[in-house]
Nanobody, 121 residues
Framework: QVQLVESGGGLVQPGGSLRLSCAGS????????MGWYRQAPGKQRELVAA???????NYADSVKGRFTISRDNAKNTVYLQTNSLKPEDTAVYYC???????????????WGQGTQVTVSS
């Protein structure tokens, strides 16, 4: 079993910052890509940022220049530093990871339970 646990969400004023963390545990042999998605009420879940094991990153256009994704491979942890937050960033943020649980096995997608980010004055 693999678990992803997010933390760091909360209520912040426009222009503020939050640092989200997602730690993986359990039967993890290796992790290829890790990422953050978000889902606002009435909207589809969307990719916010992703990072491959080698460090290559990808960002949604709406967060470029404001959000930074990073990872600590030794800790199976991914971070999302969110700056200059806007009300439209309000959503539940989910962690995702492509995990291999055995040597030579396939990668499977795992999801965290989500953490609420609310940007409001």
């Amino acid at each position: 079993q693999v678990q992803l646990v997010e933390s760091g969400g909360g209520l912040v004023q426009p222009g503020g910052s939050l640092r989200l963390s997602c730690a993986g545990s359990g039967s993890i042999f290796s992790i290829y890509a890790m990422g953050w998605y978000r889902q606002a009420p009435g909207k589809q879940r969307e990719l916010v940022a992703a990072i491959a094991s080698g460090g290559i990153t990808n960002y949604a256009d709406s967060v470029k220049g404001r959000f930074t994704i990073s990872r600590d491979n030794a800790k199976n942890t991914v971070y999302l530093q969110t700056n200059s937050l806007k009300p439209e960033d309000t959503a539940v943020y989910y962690c995702n990871a492509a995990v291999r649980t055995v040597v030579g096995g396939p990668y499977y997608d795992y999801w965290g339970q989500g953490t609420q980010v609310t940007v409001s004055s």
